[in-house]
């Protein structure tokens, strides 16, 4: 894993109530000084996968498919990449959630961050 | 046109494609104006002649006797009259002309299979971004279930740089296709971004099995098993179409392991792996027991978006070499079944890797030429019978479909017979290509009937196919009764329970019925429970355990029977603990 290359998982709010809509991204970013080619597989970038506790609960590559062409993509000294999507939670049960954003580049780039839902 | 040696590159030079088009003799206002010309004459190129009427020489052409200068433009038409003068041409814009073959097309053979089969004819599903519209391509129809509309134009370029691969026409310009006369059908299940739901995927794959397509192309993957894609690709396989898949981009250097997508790796579905240059596995290619050819996916040029073309790598790429090879085949013998294309492909392609299937390149590198080549002969007429299927169950009214394919002459007749029953005629429905008839069920009795349908030509020539079906119009149901050996029991006993399942109509007792019987004790909570099979005696047999302290009271054994071909039955009976 390359040291300088960073990924960084955010939610819009680190609180939200039952039923309410998650804001997830996640930022890639150059922190070298030279520019570096992002190799994926497929045209999936990314994917965020909600758990609560040790079960997974959301996972936004699910159901989807992807066409199989290699892309690169230059990330210049201190550019940044940022992929967001919106999890609209269906009978989520309040408590502390966790969810992993991944740049699906190989190879792939991950961080997680928490959020609760309150009632 | 069609030339055995490939297409050469041809470079006009710029007095051959300079056409004359005639010169405005303008006003004297604008008599200073030069205009540029190729001057060619008779003998020798003469300087003089030129400059006496204010030309301006700027070439003197050594392998024809001409030059090219610049001339008043009222000098022109006095200067052509002269006798030394042969022509004045305009120098007029020139485009090169040419059609590239990429790399992939030559590596497969394509080229060598041309005068045999482009292919044409054969109705190619591309389902990705959409295709086109581009000049090198022509798309016949389509859908886009991504906007739900009847426009499936591409919106990314990854499916009009597939469907280039398949079949980009044969003409001056741009790239050629694996099958030049395939015609493309363009169905968008991915967005712009290349992405997919799995519902726009099986949507597409339903339009092309109602729609008639014979080839289902998918450059598209994900690295999970869904039944429902499962399902839908052995649907079409069932229906006669032949689906080909990236393997995936998920392989390792090492070319170790199983990371063969979906719906590449279901069984049904041709998963094709990706070749660089030198004929050796792309690092990422897919490896697995699923891979089934490889193709070329390094580095391909076809056609992109914008009536551009881009160079692409990817499984994605590799993909249509095989469609498009399909297509050359089937175009060569109509009357193949899709299994039939499939295994010409396996047993042409070029080995490569360890000897023989691998999981690497599958049974190896697709070879259009050889392929084409092995293709046999089509018999004047073959039958297929698509409804119901071989084997399986029937009842109330089936409509009979089969597909016929002629290739020497008109159809006559089509008929369809039940065992050895008299021939019915069938009638041709043209929204699906199948030749159809309604069957009422009802008037056989239940049980294995045969179903022969049998095609004839206007020259006498036939084919016919049989399948056995299973009709069962009766439901039958199940009688089961359970008694014990006794009616009361003491504590510490053992209760004897006996289980008869008989088919209601009939009376006959039945083996290999599953019972499950369940003992309740008085308060209505299970006391017990057990499983077993009917022996052929029609009886399974169990004993329950009164126990030390057993409450005392009525007690109920329910027994269930289940049986292929019946719905399931129950019994019950009771008995006291004193």
Redo the contacts between chains.
Sequence with gaps: MRKDISAETQTNKSKYSVGEEVKISVTMANKGLNPIEIIFASAQRYDFIVLKGNEEVWRWSNDKVFAMVLEQVLLKPGEKQTYSETWKPKDAKPGKYEVIGVVTSRPPYRSACVFKIDI | MKSRDGVSVILMSLILLVSFSGFIITSASANKAKVEVIVGFVAQPDAELVKRHGGEIHHTYTIITAMYVSLPEEAIEPLRKNPKITYIHENGKVEALEQTIPWGIDRIKAPQAWAESTGTGVKIAIL??GVGPHKDLIVYGGYDFVNSDTDPKDD?G?GT?VAGTAAALYNDLGVVGAAPEAYLYAVK??DS???????W?IKGIEWSVNNGMQIISM????S?D?QALHDAVDAAYGKGLLLVA?A???GNPAGRGDNV?YPAKYDSVIAVAATDQNDKRAS?SSTGQAVELAAPGVDIYSTWIGDGYAT??????A?PHVSGTAALVWAENPTLTNAEVRKILQDTATDLGTAGKDNQYGYGLVNAQAAVSATPSPKPLAVSIINPSDGSTVKGTVIIQASVKNTAAPIDSVEYAIDSGNSILMTYNPSNGYWEADWDTTTIADGPHTITVRATDTEGNSDEKTITVTVANTVKTLSVTVVTDKAEYSRNSWVYITVTVKDSATGNQLEGATVDVTVYHPDGSVAGTGSGTTASDGVARFRYRVGPKAPTGTYKVVATASLAGYETGTGETTFKVV
């Design positions: 990705d971004t990314n990854h740089h299940v991915l971004g290349g992405s997919g739901t799995l519902d995927v450059s598209l993957g994900t999970t869904y990236a995936g981009n998920s997508g990422w692409k790598s990817g499984t994605s790429m993909t």
